[in-house]
């Protein structure tokens, strides 16, 4: 508990020293952190902004792609949403850390082997919110805002493989 407790102290404070106020001739007004993701029309701008190539589906199991970002020379991202309200994201990014941007504790951690790759899964009570692993110097993550079966994760991490390893 206490070391929760310290982390979360320490997350404010880092968090307070990236937001400034500055004064405004009509008040005071507040700076936090820029969004460093770009949206684009389609894949290809993704990969193009990125620097580096992910093949996705348009829609994969009852998951259509709302949105494609990406940061420029680091990372690529697709936002799907699922007829039942899910939110879907499947981050490449540039290096060995995990892209995921989910913080989340879970419970049950787990790895195994899919097309040659290790893929680490995260979840709670059989839920899995996030799935990590690396493809050459890339690394990728599926999350689910909602969790899903441990099943789909699987099978979506196994497409997203499947779909990129032999451009490796």
Not at 39 to 47: D, P
Not at 118 to 133: D, I, L, R
Request: contains cysteine.
């Amino acid at each position: 508990m206490a070391k929760k407790i310290i982390l979360l102290a320490a997350a404010a404070l880092l968090f307070a020293g990236c937001v400034s106020t500055q004064k405004e001739s009509g008040g005071e007004k507040t700076i936090g952190l820029s969004n460093p993701f770009v949206s684009c029309k389609n894949l290809e701008e993704a990969q193009k902004l990125a620097g580096f190539s992910f093949n996705l589906l348009d829609v994969f199991d009852n998951c259509a792609i709302q949105v494609y970002r990406a940061i420029p020379k680091q990372m690529i991202e697709a936002i799907y949403d699922s007829e039942s309200g899910d939110e879907i994201r499947i981050r490449k990014a540039a290096g060995k850390n995990d892209p995921s941007g989910d913080f989340n504790v879970y419970n049950e951690k787990s790895s195994q082997k899919v097309g040659g790759y290790e893929v680490t899964f995260f979840a709670s009570e059989n839920k899995c919110g996030k799935v990590v692993w690396q493809m050459g110097n890339h690394t990728c993550s599926i999350t689910s805002r909602d969790r899903m079966s441990l099943d789909k994760a699987l099978k979506t991490a196994s497409k997203v493989i499947e779909m990129n390893a032999r451009k490796l």
